[in-house]
Structures are given as structure tokens and as C-alpha cells.
């Protein structure tokens, strides 16, 4: 059954909580990792458990096209096709639709568009978007929401705001009938760079009640100033009782700042796509493993890290590895980066438990300014 | 130290032994997996072992040109260096030289050649070889021999067979003066599809007296029928109290019957690569998982088999992420096939232990014929 509680709260709007679903309990601030298509790219699901992870994102637009929902429900949903056995939160489908499909028309109705693998037709509605997400499953879904593209005029992402949120009702709906409510829908708030449409957005999703809410429509391509200010104005507006969750977002930094502005949930393709460009975290910045600095390098990524990779290889053996265009690479790099955003996590969990959130981010951004 | 000794014989000329070396004993008969860069394509050295690996083969010829032996050095060689505690045999650089790299030029004293990477110009002599494969800190080293493509011409053949003779002499001198002589240097018999050439070729190799003995030259194109002629012929003739190594054979029924003429020690990429073109071996035959009858097919690749992908994953998921490209796809299944592979070894050692080889050579066909 779905719930979810707030642990502790700090001195600041930074909070601690703890998340239920039928597949486990989450601990927040918590990030989810992104299997695009059923996998955490290059990643075993104990790998991901390993490094700390306590849920996943799913792509419903790429489930959906591929393998497609009738085999996923050959297993019941995608926890046993992908052998992950922990909660998965999946999202509509929207927001690929409206960055990789050929877009065909949007209407009240729903949206039709073209696949980006081979061109085939599709439609997809609010309803169909929860059907999709309840044949997977999933532990949380989103509502189908209207995503644009920045910047935009106001009277546009009005519409869109306001399609959002009749879709948002649809999907309620929905919901309500096909499922036991025993997992949860979330909300989706949109509204631009807007404060005054973002409010409105807030007020008319709210009213409709939703197990959580998320700000969509962020980390577009607007200015980072312009991302905190929306997500600093926004998130004290939704329900304290109910999770926060900022989508698709983002890097380390990102994260502390949200965190400290009372978001909860994350998601973001920055720790595994970077790892696959071989861009590693570490408490000191960012490092490009090609550098020539690194060739013999006898040193873990980050001394001290506790994740697999940093235990058993170093910076010399990895930088060999992606110059070789070893597939190991990728999975090496990738458990790196997710461990660090996970322990990320923890750590600010930790810190807000201690009501050192302060202290914590002092010494992020110390230890950064020194790396 | 090395040392290897015979533990069980048959009715046959099929055996099974034991071969130590400073890293590990190793039960024969045995296959080494291909770390051709320092990695096992796409798994770690903890899969490796639970797939049962007990040594794996490094590819000198590619490790000396990246990352190169200086860096390798800075591990005291490749164990520390890829993370594998194990035994490590190294080939000598000549095998990919001939088939890779732009061959400038052959003579008594070496080879000069230029990278397939950056057409870099290097040179290898007999007593280089051994000099890398002692930098890399190799179990077994494998002397530098001279081999030539199928068909080749009597004379071209018996040349080739008699400088790999003299080179294997330069090699023995190399390795005495520079090691404690406790790792072990292979000799290698080359001699083409020629019985009297092999024959002699044996003579002057076993004249040197190593540890251990190849045949090389096998596998180049000849026809298999041809390839079982002369390692049939060939086997017999080195000495039982040494190792017998084919190198770079073969299929599962090649090993088989390899086994059955008394050979100890195989290597090859076939189970690695085909893993990677999504061709999986099973105990009824290879399959190719994008076959479309997988596509909504939930049990394993090979029901009961026990490696982390057939506990774990289903055919339809793994068509599923081959199709999609996903780096996940490689690694599950390369786990399959080299534990099919290692787990066909231990199979006929424990045939072998119980004189039982032709049973189980009539029961590996009867799988075959059935599949």
C-alpha cells in the first residue's frame, strides 16, 4: 500500500521521509536511476541494489514500442522481465513523445505520433497512458501531461498548463476504476517559467488529489537560476503531507539545492549517460577519465568510495579500458556514478535526520571549490 | 611453481590433471576464456570465476601496444591490474601480428610490424616476447612462432616450422636467464596440414624441453576434418607428462573431440563473440536469440542451467535488450555461453575421472541430434 510519511524536517525546507509501495519502502530524498528500456543501461539489478539503489524509472513511450506491453505481461509487469524486484516509478510516456516521436497532432483527446524507431503510428491518451503504466506495473505513475519546449510564450504554455491539468482528471479517473489505488498516481505540475501559471497549476492539480506531485517541464534548456527559481516557488505551494518529486533533474548540485528547497524524489539520465561518455563524479567534481593525467594513475576514481569499481580498479585500468572501447568501461564507470548519486542521497538524508543540512551543504561546496 | 601432473586416464586417450601455477591450481581439461585487452569482454573477474573460470588467456600483441607494458608494470603486471587473482596464460603477440597487424617484415632475427591501431612501427623478437609476457607477470608464457595462412605450400610451411624452432630455442635461453623458471614457457609445433612436417616439428620443439606444449597452426581455415587429422596425429607424439594446449579451438564439438585425442588446454573467442551476435550455446545446439519464436518465450535460454542469466532472465527478455542494443544484452549473455563452456570442461573431467568419456561423447551428440 502506498504511503508516505515525513521522518524529519530541518531548520531550512529540507526534508527526510519515507516512501511505501507494494515493492518496498524508499527512504527520502531518494534518486531513481533511470532503465530507459527495462535495464539500467550496462547494470545488473544487484548491482543497482548494491549501490544503494531503492527504486527505478521506467520509459513508458519505450516499453511501450519495444518489447511492447503484451510480452511485459507475460511476466506480470516489468519487475520480473527485468529482474529487478524492488518499487518502479514510470513515467507517461509524454515527455518522450514530445522530445524523440515525430509529433503528429495533439488535441484534447490525446496526442498521435511516429515512432522514432521505424516511423509506426501510435496514439496516446490520458487513459491509455495509465492502462500502459498499470500493464507494467509500475509502483508509481505519472499523469499524461503536456510538456513544452523552452522558452515559450505565455499564451502556449498556458494551454498547455491547462490541458495538463484536465488530463491530470482524466487520469484520475482512470485510475480510480482500473486499479486497487494500492499504488500510487502522481500529479504533474507545469506552468513554464511562470510563477503565476505554475500557482494555477498547482491549485487545479491539487484539487484533484493525488497520492504525489512532481514539477514537470524543468531542466528544459532555461538558465539554472531560472530552474531554482521556479522549483524554490513552487514546491512550498504543494501538500507537505505528500512527496515532491522534481523530473528529470539533474546534476549533483542540482540535487543539494532541491533537496534544500523540501524536494524529495529525483530522476535523471546525468550519472549513467556521463558514465558512459567516461564523465565520473566524485566528492571533488567531476573528472574526465581520457585525460592524460590519468594513464598511470594507480588511484580508485575517488579514494576512500566504497563502490565496486573504486574497490577493485583504478583511474590507469579505466582510462585503458575507455580508450579501448571495452564494454566493460561503461559498466565500470556507470557503477561508479550511480553509487555517488545514491550516496549523495544518503548523505543528505543523513544530514537532515541531524539537522546539519547547513553543515552538509558547506562542505559539498568546500570540498568541490578545493577539488 | 609449476608443475603438472596427470590424474586420471581412460580407456581412450582422453585425460584429466591438475596444473599448478604461483596463481592457482587448474584442473584439466580446461578452457581459458579470451582477455584479449586486460577484460573479458563485458564481465568482471568475479563472473568469470562463478562461470567457473580457473584461467584466462591474455593477448600480448594487444597489451603491448594499450595500454602498454609500462603501465601494466605499475601493477606488477596484468593480475592487479584487470582484478583476476587467477592463473593467466599470455600468447606470444605472433598470432595477431600475422592475422592484424601490417606485417613489414620477417627475418631470422624478428618481426617488424605496424600497429592496426595508429600504423605505429614496433618489432618483435623471441627474446622481446618473452621480456613483454614477463613484464605482464604471465602463468604461462607461449614462445614467439611463426604462423602462416591456409593453404600454404610445402616449402613455405617447412620454413616457417624450422625458424619457429630456432625462435623457440632464443625464447627457452630468454626465459631461463630472466625468470626463476616458476611460471612455465610453452613450446609451440607448428608444421601446416603436413604429418612429417608436425612430426618433425615435435621433435625439435620437445628436443628443447618445456613445461608445456602447443599446437599452433590449427584453425586457420583448413577444413575441420583436416584439423582433427593432424591433431589426432600430433598428440600422441608430444609428451604425457606435459600439458597439450590447442590454441584457438573451437567449437564446443571440436573440444569434444580434441578431449578424446588427449589434449589438455584450449582457447578461443567463440563463446565470447558469438555471445555478443546474440548466438547462445545450449546442450541441444546454438541458438540465435533474435529469432522471433523467443519473442514471447519466458523461460531461460537453457532450462536448467544454472549461470546468473538462466536463474535470472527470461529468452524473451534477453531478444528484447540483443534487439535494443542494450550493453546489458552482451554481458548476460556471454555469462551463458562461457559457463556453457566451462561447464562442458568440468563435464568431461569428471567423464574422464570415471572412464565414462565415451558415454558422454554419446550423450553430447544425442543432446545434439534431439536439440
Not at 491549485?203 to 528544459?220: K, N
Not at 566493460?328 to 535526520?353: F, P
Request: glycine share 8%.
Amino acid at each position: 500500500m502506498f504511503k508516505f510519511k515525513v521522518e524529519a524536517t530541518t531548520s531550512g525546507r529540507a526534508r527526510s521521509g519515507l516512501l511505501n509501495t507494494l515493492h518496498g519502502t524508499i527512504k527520502t530524498p531518494a534518486f531513481m536511476p533511470v532503465g530507459t528500456l527495462g535495464s539500467v543501461k550496462s547494470i545488473t539489478p544487484e548491482e543497482l541494489t548494491s549501490a544503494g539503489a531503492q527504486i527505478i524509472l521506467g520509459n513508458t513511450y519505450h516499453l511501450y514500442l519495444r518489447p511492447g506491453c503484451d510480452i511485459i505481461q507475460l511476466f506480470s509487469g516489468l519487475h520480473k522481465f527485468m529482474h529487478w524486484n524492488g518499487p518502479i516509478l514510470t513515467d507517461s510516456g509524454g515527455f518522450q513523445i514530445f522530445s524523440l516521436a515525430k509529433l503528429n497532432k495533439i488535441s484534447e483527446q490525446g496526442i498521435i505520433f511516429q515512432s522514432h524507431i521505424d516511423g509506426s503510428k501510435h496514439d496516446l491518451t490520458p487513459e491509455k497512458a495509465i492502462e500502459i503504466q498499470i500493464s507494467l506495473n509500475s509502483d508509481i505513475l505519472m499523469c499524461l501531461d503536456h510538456c513544452i519546449e523552452y522558452p515559450a510564450a505565455r499564451k502556449k504554455v498556458t494551454e498547455a498548463m491547462e490541458l495538463t491539468s484536465r488530463w491530470a482528471q482524466r487520469c484520475k479517473t482512470m485510475w480510480m476504476e482500473k486499479t486497487e489505488m494500492d499504488n500510487a498516481l502522481f500529479g504533474i505540475v507545469q506552468g513554464g517559467m511562470y510563477t503565476d501559471l505554475r500557482a494555477e497549476s498547482v491549485e487545479s492539480i491539487v484539487e484533484i488529489d493525488f497520492p504525489g506531485y512532481a514539477l514537470g517541464g524543468l531542466s528544459v534548456g532555461e538558465p539554472k537560476d531560472q530552474m531554482f527559481e521556479i522549483a524554490d516557488f513552487t514546491l512550498p505551494l504543494l501538500p507537505d503531507s505528500k512527496p515532491k518529486y522534481i523530473m528529470g533533474v539533474g546534476t549533483p548540485e542540482d540535487l543539494v539545492e532541491l533537496v534544500g528547497m523540501g524536494a524529495d524524489m529525483f530522476d535523471c539520465v546525468l550519472p549513467t549517460r556521463n558514465a558512459r561518455n567516461g564523465q565520473l563524479f566524485t566528492n571533488f567534481g567531476k573528472i574526465n577519465i581520457v585525460n592524460s593525467r590519468f594513464k598511470n594513475d594507480t588511484n580508485p576514481i575517488e579514494p576512500g568510495c566504497s563502490c565496486y569499481t573504486c574497490k577493485n580498479y583504478s583511474r590507469a585500468y579505466l582510462r585503458h579500458l575507455f580508450l579501448s572501447k571495452e564494454l566493460l568501461s561503461y559498466r565500470l564507470n556507470t557503477i561508479h556514478n550511480i553509487h555517488y548519486y545514491l550516496s549523495l542521497m544518503k548523505t543528505m538524508g543523513t544530514a537532515i535526520e541531524k539537522d546539519e543540512f547547513t553543515t552538509f551543504k558547506r562542505s559539498f561546496y568546500n570540498k568541490r571549490a578545493t577539488g
